[in-house]
Each structure stands twice: as structure tokens, then as C-alpha cells.
């Protein structure tokens, strides 16, 4: 049962409370509640950021900031207004529901670490910074989370925000499979930004989510394609090797087998999306 309940205004209070008491923060509540609830959680103090004096979201350079307690439908507000990453509209609009994305926040998302989790999908994507206080540290976010659940912050710091970078004329395509469309965690997700020059790759980025215990992005992979010709045979082999490097659990959703067979399928599904063919759901 909580029994303490605290809201720090400034960086240092903040930091000084979560020293002090081991509270947990909260800002939308909408995974931390969840816990509580069921018990994953004990702790009876919490920590509420949302009175703190925080930066907005804002264009810095080539960078988007997204501070401590923005939530998803402030996001998704600033993107359309100033035509920026649009890309990550896609993502953002399968978030849960209306009543979550008005609460719940991509830094929360990234606090709790989930490999199902989409904006730390989206974050691995636009090579974000996560932006810790009071010690004004910066990690990419792929060092950041240690794995399910664990984060890389002393007793002391939180996060204060993320920077994404902010990518011009890349495809899009993002696709989240699950047993209903809102409200559930995913069985398997993909990510793919493409920029292309003369049907040859100049970049691609490529992550899954919920097939291994941390987002799956391979970076060498990644660098091997560029100046290939893109073609289905490109993809095919695309296919395969996230396939050999998925290590996906059965659990009460999905098995295993399907997992691995869903990596497949989402980047020949991607591939047709992309590059105009009919696809058959
Ligand atoms: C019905 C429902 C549907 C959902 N659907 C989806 C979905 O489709 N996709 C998805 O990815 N998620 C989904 N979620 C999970 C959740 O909504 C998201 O992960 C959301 O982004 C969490 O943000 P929050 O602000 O509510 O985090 P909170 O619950 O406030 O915090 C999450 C965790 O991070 C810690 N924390 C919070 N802020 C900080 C900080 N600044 N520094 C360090 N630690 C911090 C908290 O102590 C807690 O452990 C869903 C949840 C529900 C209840």
C-alpha cells in the first residue's frame, strides 16, 4: 500500500527523494500501477515527476527532444504541428488507447524496459540518447537498457528525457502483431527505415521487438546492405539472418517457433509494403 507520496519541482529535490526514500517515480502510472497491482512491485512510496520544472518537447539541431512526463498524445500533437519524424506516428498511434496515450509517456516506456516495449522499438530506430539527471549523463539508449527490465541509473539519477535524430525522406514501415489490435502486449513487432538512392540502400535500420530479451537491432547486418540492390532476394536474405539471430520465448501468447517464423514474414511483408506489391493479409 502506498504511504508516501511525494512531488519534487526541481532536478535536485527529485534526485534527492529518490536517494533518500528508494520510492519509485512515477509519471503516467500506466505501467508502474499496473505492477503495483499485481504485486511485481512492493514499495509504499512514490515519487509523482509530473510537478517537476521540465524542459518541453522541443527541435534542438538535427535532434527531438522528448522530456520527462510528455505523453504520447503530446508527441504525437508536436509532430504533426511541425512535420517532424512523422515516421514515428505510426508507432505511436498503436499504443495502447486514447486514455493511455494521454497518460503514458516514452520515457516511462523506456524506464520500464520491456522488449515488447514500442518507443524503446522506436528509440533503437532514431539512435536515441537517453538524457540522465542530476549527473547530466547521455547514453544511447542500446547501452542504456541492460536488459528485461533493468536500466543502467545510480540510486541517485532519473530520466530526464531523450533525444531522437531527426531523419528526411526514409520509408516507413512498422507493423505489431498481436492476439487484438490495442491493450495487449505484442507477440512480435518490426521497425524498418529505409533511404534509398537509385534502388540501392544508403540506410536501413531494422528492429524487432518482444523476439529476443532486448530490442533486436544489428548494426553490422545493417552496414553489410548498404549499396545492395534492393530486390526480394535482398530481403529474403534480410529474412533469414534476423531469423537465425532472433531468440524468441514461448510463453502465454505465442510459442517459439511462431515468433520466429513471424520475424520472417514481417520483412517480406515489410519489403512488398514498401515497394508497392498487393499483400494479402
Ligand atoms: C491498457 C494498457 C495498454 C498498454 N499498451 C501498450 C502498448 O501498446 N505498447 C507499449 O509499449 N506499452 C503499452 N502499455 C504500457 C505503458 O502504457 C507504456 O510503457 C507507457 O509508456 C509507460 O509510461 P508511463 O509514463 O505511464 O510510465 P510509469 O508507469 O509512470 O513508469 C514506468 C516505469 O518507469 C519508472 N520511471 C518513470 N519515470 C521515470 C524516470 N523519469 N526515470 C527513471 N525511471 C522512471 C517507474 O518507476 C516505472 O518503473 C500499456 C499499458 C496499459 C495499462
Excluded at 498524445?73 to 494521454?102: C, D
Excluded at 526514409?170 to 491493450?183: D, I, L, Q, S, T
Excluded at 530486390?231 to 531469423?243: C, R, S
Excluded at 517480406?268 to 494479402?280: D, G, H, M, S, T
Amino acid at each position: 500500500m502506498i504511504k508516501n507520496y511525494f512531488r519534487p519541482k526541481t532536478i535536485d529535490e527529485l534526485s534527492e527523494l529518490k536517494l533518500k526514500t528508494k520510492g519509485y517515480l512515477f509519471s503516467g502510472g500506466t505501467d508502474l500501477f499496473v505492477k503495483l497491482r499485481a504485486g511485481t512491485i512492493d514499495t509504499d512510496t512514490v515519487i509523482d515527476t509530473k510537478y517537476l520544472n521540465s524542459r518541453k518537447i522541443e527541435i534542438t539541431g538535427n535532434k527531438l527532444f522528448i522530456p520527462i512526463n510528455a505523453t504520447y498524445s503530446e508527441l504525437r500533437m508536436f509532430i504533426k504541428q511541425n512535420n517532424v519524424n512523422n515516421m514515428l506516428e505510426n508507432i505511436v498511434k498503436t499504443i495502447g488507447s486514447p486514455m493511455i496515450r494521454n497518460r503514458g509517456t516514452p520515457v516511462g516506456n523506456i524506464s520500464n524496459a520491456s522488449p515488447a516495449g514500442d518507443f524503446v522499438l522506436a528509440s533503437y530506430l532514431f539512435n536515441a540518447q537517453v538524457i540522465i539527471e542530476p549527473t547530466s549523463r547521455k547514453l544511447p539508449v542500446k547501452n542504456f537498457i541492460k536488459g528485461p527490465g533493468k536500466i543502467d541509473l545510480r540510486e541517485n539519477e532519473f530520466v530526464y528525457g531523450i533525444e531522437l535524430e531527426i531523419l528526411n525522406d526514409y520509408k516507413f514501415y512498422f507493423e505489431k502483431v498481436g492476439r487484438r489490435n490495442a491493450m495487449i502486449i505484442s507477440i512480435a513487432s518490426l521497425g524498418l527505415l529505409l533511404k534509398e538512392k537509385d534502388n540501392k540502400i544508403k540506410d536501413i535500420r531494422i528492429a524487432f521487438g518482444s523476439v529476443a530479451p532486448y530490442i533486436l537491432r544489428d548494426e553490422n547486418l545493417e552496414k553489410s546492405l548498404i549499396g545492395e540492390t534492393i530486390n526480394e532476394e535482398l530481403f529474403k536474405h534480410i529474412a533469414i539472418e534476423y531469423q537465425k539471430l532472433s531468440s524468441p520465448i514461448t510463453d502465454v501468447r505465442a510459442t517459439k517457433e511462431y515468433r520466429k517464423s513471424l520475424v520472417h514474414n514481417l520483412v517480406i511483408k515489410a519489403y512488398n509494403n514498401l515497394f508497392e506489391k498487393v499483400v494479402k493479409e
